[in-house]
């Protein structure tokens, strides 16, 4: 077993993915699976999602880096000015052998589990929680999809570089939805690309600070209007 474990990862270190591809790999076992993330340690650029013995490998975009990074700040941002703390865990590898199951977010954070988690080095889906909020940009697999509702990830975001989709999990089924459960005051669907299509021409730190102002009206119209926004 093991010297097909380490023949397969040797296969794998071949491919050749270009950025904005992917590779789909058929009969993967948990075993090669956990192989091949421990093979590959920390910090690689890929990303791996493992569904049921299919392994998908992606290679990002740079424009694929850039929105990931500015749509988790834009989170951030939203997070600070309503003052609820969070835990922000990036692409960590989540994965359940249970739900034969394994995702790299692009981003994710712990928000009503933040404090579950809060201090920990690494996270076992066995007895944590798995994050509140998960992102994905570029990525319309239903492999990532299959994968991130069997680990039981409440809301999931995904990006296709124009529209914005939000998942929600329900009776362990995901449901699309016009609404987020973590910022239910907030129109994300539109503001969200309007704020990554700004960033492309005027600048990331401009579209931060523009989206700040933003985001304090509103908290100022919820806060002087019952009913939120109009």
């Not at 493992?50 to 997070?79: Q, W």
Request: glycine share 6%; with cysteine; net charge negative.
């Amino acid at each position: 077993m093991q010297t097909e474990t380490k023949s397969t990862v040797f296969e794998l270190n071949q491919l050749i993915v270009p950025p904005g591809n992917k590779v789909q790999l058929q009969n993967v076992s948990w075993e090669m699976y956990s192989s091949i993330l421990d093979e590959l340690g920390e910090g690689y650029a890929i990303r791996l999602t493992y569904y049921k013995e299919t392994l998908e490998i992606r290679m990002p975009l740079p424009k694929h880096e850039k929105a990931k990074s500015l749509i988790g700040d834009l989170v951030k941002l939203l997070l600070e000015e309503l003052n609820i703390d969070c835990e922000v865990l990036g692409s960590t590898t989540f994965k359940s052998k249970d739900m034969q199951s394994g995702v790299e977010p692009d981003d994710c954070f712990y928000i009503q589990n933040q404090a579950a988690v809060r201090g920990k080095d690494r996270i076992d889906l066995t007895v944590d929680p798995p994050p509140d909020l998960a992102i994905e940009v570029d990525n319309s697999s239903l492999t990532a999809l299959n994968s991130y509702q069997a680990l039981k990830v409440p809301e999931l975001w995904r990006y296709d570089g124009r529209t914005l989709k939000i998942y929600l999990l329900q009776e362990g089924k995901y449901t699309e939805s016009d609404t987020s459960q973590n910022f239910p005051d907030f129109p994300i669907i539109d503001v969200i690309p309007e704020y990554v299509d700004r960033a492309n021409t005027q600048g990331r730190s401009p579209t931060i600070r523009a989206f700040r102002a933003w985001a304090k009206e509103q908290l100022q119209i919820k806060d002087s209007v019952e009913g939120g926004f109009y």
